[in-house]
């Protein structure tokens, strides 16, 4: 049984996969299309605009990345509601049946050969793309920094409180790009609130992108996470593109520790 139909686009976009930037931009959370067969798994289209879905504001933000620095950059097609391919498979945030207090029909009492339908079809070609890739230009000499681009929603709808933060810096193993771009983030935007390891960390089991892709390989990684309500505006997303690309030159230009 195949989840998609001739008419439903690729897993995964790779825009300017021979990009000469020593980067490489990842983005698990860049669409909220569903299959079309899924029938938006039962939701509601205002649903589906919402950041339970998707990142919103990150797929205008990578683009503009990829082209100031001219890199590459490996986008999901496909919704996290239909798999979260920054979640270990068969984990509980994998294929969520509630996520953010809104219960996800198509998603309920799903057996593990129907999962494994999803994780064939849209997780492991977009994760394929991503390894082809490093393996490719690692072969050619270059150790790219990873850039996972994220966004986050300023309040949880199930509670928590607000969210301060216009962007946070997430790591898990390995800070030794994240430290100092943290401090040159800081210095470059003295008005902003940036947070560390904020909204939440990236030390987390649960994330499956930059563990598996990054520090297996020993590569520099660096995860931002964009406030949505700062970023959902075309005007917005340039802006915050534009902020994070000046602290990213500079830690370019100043090189990346050993
Ligand atoms: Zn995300």
């Known amino acids: 049984m195949s989840l998609l139909s001739p008419d439903d686009p690729s897993p995964f976009r790779i825009e300017n996969p021979n990009g000469r930037a020593p980067i490489l931009l990842v983005s698990d959370h860049d669409s909220n299309r569903i299959p079309a067969g899924l029938k938006q798994l039962g939701l509601p289209d205002d649903e589906l605009a919402r950041h339970i879905a998707y990142d919103p504001g990150i797929a205008r933000i990578g683009r503009r990345l990829a082209e100031r620095f001219d890199a590459p950059m490996i986008a999901t097609g496909y919704s996290r509601l239909v798999v979260d391919c920054n979640r270990v498979p068969f984990t509980p945030g994998s294929i969520p049946a509630v996520s953010d207090g809104t219960t996800v029909p198509g998603n309920e009492a799903l057996d593990d050969s129907a999962r494994q339908v999803r994780y064939d079809a ?7 793309a991503i390894t082809q890739h490093l393996d490719q230009v690692i072969a050619a000499g270059t150790r790219p920094l990873v850039v996972a681009l994220h966004s986050f929603t300023p309040q949880l709808r199930a509670g928590g409180g607000d969210r301060p933060w216009h962007i946070g810096f997430l790591w898990g193993a390995d800070d030794r790009a994240t430290a100092p771009m943290i401090d040159l983030f800081a210095r470059l935007n003295p ?6 390891n904020q909204p939440y960390s990236g030390g987390s089991p649960e994330g499956y992108t ?3 892709h990054a520090e297996r390989r020993g590569l520099h990684n660096i995860t931002p996470e964009f406030r949505q309500d700062l970023v959902s505006t075309p ?6 593109a534009e902020r994070f690309g000046d602290a990213l030159a500079a ?6 520790p050993g």
């Open 235 to 240: 005007e917005g997303a340039d802006i915050w």
């Open 210 to 212: 930059v563990p598996v």
């Open 191 to 196: 008005d902003a609130v940036v947070g560390a």
């Open 122 to 128: 849209l997780f492991t070609p977009y994760h394929a």
């Open 251 to 256: 830690l370019l230009e100043q090189g990346l």
